[in-house]
């Protein structure tokens, strides 16, 4: 299993990002995947997900201004994320776990539920 992340980079406050995550090497009858976050000094945490159903849950803080989506065709995962603050400043990471059923994981914003992860790619937001 492959995750290679994409689209980070440095935005000024207000600004827009669209990260992306290309998965390879496995096939999943169901499965969960997400967009997590780690600040230096601070825990990874949940900021998306989405299953193969198609439900999300995003986490307060990103609520009305991130938007977390999949392609099946190019088994991609995408965050677009809109009115971006200095707090978002983070690396980021996608990652994926593979279910019986989606109702295993589905909604789960927590690091552990995921067993694959891609290398990150860093988002920096200045005021």
């Known amino acids: 299993v492959q995750l290679v992340e994409s689209g980070g980079g440095s935005v000024q406050s207000g600004g827009s990002l669209r990260l992306s995550c290309a998965a390879s090497?496995?096939?999943?009858?169901?499965?969960?995947m997400g967009w997590f976050r780690q600040a230096p000094g601070k825990e990874r945490e949940g900021v998306a997900v989405i299953d193969s159903n198609g439900s999300t849950k995003y986490t307060h803080s990103v609520k009305g201004r991130f938007t977390i989506s999949h392609d099946n065709a190019k088994n991609t995962l995408y965050l677009q994320m809109n009115e971006l603050k200095p707090e978002d400043t983070a690396m980021y990471y996608c990652?994926?776990?593979?279910?019986?059923?989606?109702?295993?994981?589905?909604?789960?914003?927590?690091?552990?539920?995921?067993?694959?992860w891609g290398q990150g790619t860093q988002v920096t937001v200045s005021s």
């Open positions: 090497g496995y096939t999943y009858t169901g499965w969960c």
């Open positions: 990652a994926v776990v593979g279910v019986p059923s989606a109702r295993y994981c589905s909604g789960s914003l927590d690091p552990p539920t995921y067993n694959r």
